[in-house]
């Protein structure tokens, strides 16, 4: 598979860094330099980047390997003869297949970006409930579907979960445990959707259970089997599990799989308890997961500084779990960012 280097130029640095790391949550093979108009103007080289898409209406001279993000809908890989055109608020699941045909249009190697969409997997951790754990896992996954245009499904760990009131459902429809079973017993996948349920933000979840969460209690293959069935349905763009203070081999193995993990504490809540919860992973897991490790100290106070921790702090009287817009605000974006790796 051929890296495909992309230049983003637009002056909404905000849309140009969400458009950035939804891509490459969706196609690893690119590698993203966002910039403002000037400073693409000002460079030298524009040529050596494989893509450039520019945000705006046409502008003369362009490049041949200039790509316009335009605001009409049903702009999807459309060659006007002058130049081509992507619509700019297309979920970037739907956007990458044609940006890789752009370019092999372009360039004339046409088999060079042929590979696999992958699904991607954040979990969230926590040595100690009551810290925040659930409210952050769904804040990323709201944002991710809401400002990044990705297509999120949300997987609780909890023994009872909170997916109802999180998504505020009140019941009906099949479920996760009918879900699995179909899984089990048919050894393939069913069609998620008639077992989803959405939320407003564009978030989307398997109906709970009205017991205990079966998820939680799987073992390491049918965790394994599940995931995959998930991943290979092409559905989605990412998965958020939120595992809260589960260490089961399962759990252990969904954090081998992850490209991130969340580790979540809240301030003022700290004991020996959490460098124990840590080392356990070290022993029995290595360093690796360290190395894609992100730290959050939850209900941090203004102001306040800790190396090696992003702090995050709801604001008061907004949406226990919102995207960047309520809730967590910024803290929730920049959360996101770092566990998109952009």
Known sequence: MENI???IVSDDRDYGRSLGFALLSVYEGFSVRVMGKEDYRALADSENFGLVLWDG???????LNTVYLDERSGSGGENTGKAFKLWRYAPARDTVPDILK?????????DAATGRLETGLVCFSAWSGG?????????????????????ALYISFEPVESTAALMKYEGGGRGIGRYLYELSKKGKAPPPEEYIIRDDFGMEAFIPSEGLNPV?????????????????????????????????EACLWLMERAGKICFVSAEGRRSPKEKGY???LRLSRGGDIEKKAVFVRNMAEKGGQEEGFLRVRKKEGADWSGPSEGGFGEDVARLTRALLEF
Request: glycine share 10%; charged share 25%; aromatic share 6%.
């Open 5 to 7: 280097s992309l230049a």
């Open 57 to 63: 209406e046409e502008e003369e001279p362009h490049t």
């Open 102 to 110: 752009i370019y092999g249009e372009i360039t004339g190697k046409k």
């Open 131 to 151: 810290v925040g754990c659930t409210a952050l896992a769904a804040a990323v996954g709201r944002e991710l579907s809401l400002v990044c245009g990705l297509k």
């Open 216 to 248: 939680r209690y799987l073992n390491r293959e049918e965790t394994e089997i599940f995931l995959s069935a998930a991943q290979e349905a092409g559905h989605y763009d990412i998965i958020v599990a939120d595992m809260g203070t589960c260490l089961s």
């Open 278 to 280: 840590i080392k356990n």
